[in-house]
């Protein structure tokens, strides 16, 4: 008698804790899983203070997030999550883990943030293995036009305010705080970018399509979008060339790359190297502890590469 009373109180005490109630009621938590850090911090302003709600994102910081492979452990918790936040064609697992796990649970903000063109491939060397990195053939780095940011941030609020009804006003009003940050930030760069003596942009890795596009420059790339592709000696020559003749007096390095690349042509031309950083994740060598911060230290660098009074 003693051990069936014991059995039948651990089953009463177990189903109390895993909860019967709907996302966002009192003792439940809502789980919203991302798939690298610039979703993962839109995600985090638009929950804000928002009790019961985890954010999570699958890429560790450091590691690429476009080579991203899930564990198993990690497979589970988008099964599990009640949102997964997306964009489709930057991460093949994640996107593969979406499709078999969540389709009904997932936003894809790909779908929301009007992605360019990636028409920059043959730059690239024809016999390096890209395997994982297909873009779908869009720019994938929408983060770095914080107009598109500001899409992606009212897009998860919406999708929130859907599985958790009871915080909707909340999940919007803060949406709406992320966006006036990112309309300052976006100011912020306007008014110190507007006059620039140089308009080209150079960089190891053509990442930076959006900001080159939403601030008037030029961007030219080392590389690809790929971020471990290998430049060939003829485009290396082909830059070099083109740094000399159009007067540019800074190329740019990415932090999470290193700096090799422009130091080549730096040594070349005499430019000098400065970072950007296209924000994939952050780590400690990071110019800033989040998005913003490290998005005003990429400002500082192009106002001295680009001359801007």
Known sequence: MTRTFLTVAATA???TACGSGEPGEAGDQVTVVTGFYPLEYAAQRVVGDVPGVRVETLASPGVDAHDLEL????????????????SAGLQAAVDTAVTDQAPARSLDVASVVDLLEDDHDEHEDDEESHEGHDHGGVDPHFWLDPQRYALAGDAIADELATVDPDNAAAYRANAEQ?????????????????????????TTHEAFGYLAE??????VGITGITPDSEPSPARMAEITDAVK??????????????????????SETGTQVL???????????????????????NLESLRQGQGCA
Not at 192 to 198: E, I, R, W
């Open 13 to 15: 005490l177990l189903l």
């Open 71 to 86: 564990t198993p452990r990690q497979v589970a918790s988008v099964q599990d999550a009640d949102l997964v936040v997306y």
């Open 178 to 202: 992320f966006s006036a940050d990112l309309r300052d930030l976006d100011t912020e760069f306007t008014d110190a970018l507007s006059s620039c003596s140089q308009d080209t942009l150079v």
């Open 214 to 219: 939403r601030y008037g420059f030029k961007q």
């Open 245 to 266: 003749q159009l007067d540019v007096t800074a190329v740019y390095a990415q932090s999470t790359l290193g700096r090799d690349l422009a130091d080549v042509i730096s």
């Open 275 to 297: 970072v950007l950083d296209p924000i994939e994740s952050i780590t400690d060598s990071s110019a800033g502890t989040d998005y913003l911060e490290v998005m005003r230290a």
